[in-house]
């Protein structure tokens, strides 16, 4: 065995890929079911982690408002395209995944801190959701991955109508803001965590001198 292929990592199989993403993904949705059977349980005590803005306390509920839901239609309606989404953030690397996903949560919970209306109480996955539509809509164009476009392509098919729905202001039902700002999120993660071409260093070469 030589030194180069003792030392090189594991190559993952896209069955091993996909077990993974969809443990993940069973279990962050599983987690977000859970955590609204304690807040029924507790008198909707977990709702206070939602975002009411321009409050500086709120903005450690900035992470945690992503989590929590007000009531179980509310995270039914969040679980399948989170549960899909996800999944298919997911399946290339989970590392990647977890940094655009804790952007896109970030990003957004910081812009409806920002812009959403006086009095309101803004939380649940949805922000992420919107985020994970925009980053798999994209991703590929920005990587040159036929795959991973026909894949955007896709989910730009299933679920469009009803994102643009999402962001349009008038529609009051929901926070658009959290919307919007959880697709342009996942849109900037795509060109901040793209992937590199391999074998491209960043230092230029060296230019031969003639003597």
């Given at each position: 065995?030589?030194?180069?292929?003792?030392?090189?990592?594991?190559?993952?199989?896209?069955g091993?890929?996909?077990?993974?993403?969809a443990?993940?993904?069973?279990?962050?949705v599983?987690?977000?079911?859970?955590l609204?059977?304690?807040?029924?349980?507790?008198?909707h005590a977990?709702?206070?982690?939602?975002?009411?803005?321009?409050r500086?306390?709120?903005?450690?509920?900035?992470?945690?408002?992503?989590?929590?839901?007000?009531?179980?239609?509310?995270?039914?309606?969040?679980?399948?395209p989170?549960?899909?989404?996800?999944?298919?953030?997911?399946?290339?690397d989970?590392?990647?995944?977890?940094?655009v996903?804790?952007?896109?949560i970030?990003?957004?919970?910081?812009?409806?801190?920002?812009?959403?209306?006086?009095?309101?109480?803004?939380?649940?996955?949805?922000g992420?959701v919107?985020?994970l539509f925009?980053?798999?809509?994209?991703?590929?164009?920005?990587?040159?991955?036929?795959?991973?476009?026909?894949?955007?392509l896709?989910?730009?098919?299933?679920?469009?109508?009803?994102?643009?729905l999402?962001?349009?202001?008038?529609?009051?039902?929901?926070?658009?803001?959290?919307?919007?700002?959880?697709?342009?999120?996942g849109?900037?993660?795509?060109?901040?965590?793209?992937?590199?071409?391999?074998?491209?260093?960043?230092v230029?070469?060296?230019?031969?001198?003639?003597?």
């Open positions: 065995m030589t030194a180069s292929s003792e030392h090189a990592a594991p190559v993952r199989g896209v091993d890929r996909a077990r993974a993403a443990k993940l993904m069973l279990g962050w599983a987690f977000l079911w859970l609204e059977v304690v807040d029924a349980a507790t008198g977990l709702d206070g982690f939602g975002i009411e803005p321009r500086a306390a709120e903005l450690l509920d900035v992470v945690p408002a992503s989590f929590v839901h007000f009531g179980f239609d509310h995270v039914a309606s969040n679980s399948v989170l549960l899909v989404l996800g999944f298919l953030a997911a399946l290339g989970l590392r990647r995944f977890a940094a996903a804790a952007l896109i970030v990003i957004d919970g910081l812009g409806v801190w920002l812009v959403s209306p006086e009095h309101s109480n803004t939380a649940g996955a949805s992420l919107f985020g925009g980053y798999l809509l994209v991703r590929g164009f920005v990587d040159r991955r036929f795959l991973d476009m026909a894949v955007g896709v989910v730009g098919a299933t679920w469009g109508s009803s994102i643009l999402g962001i349009s202001p008038a529609n009051t039902s929901v926070s658009w803001q959290g919307h919007l700002f959880g697709l342009a999120a849109v900037a993660a795509a060109f901040v965590l793209r992937r590199r071409a391999p074998g491209r260093s960043a230029p070469p060296a230019r031969p001198l003639i003597p």
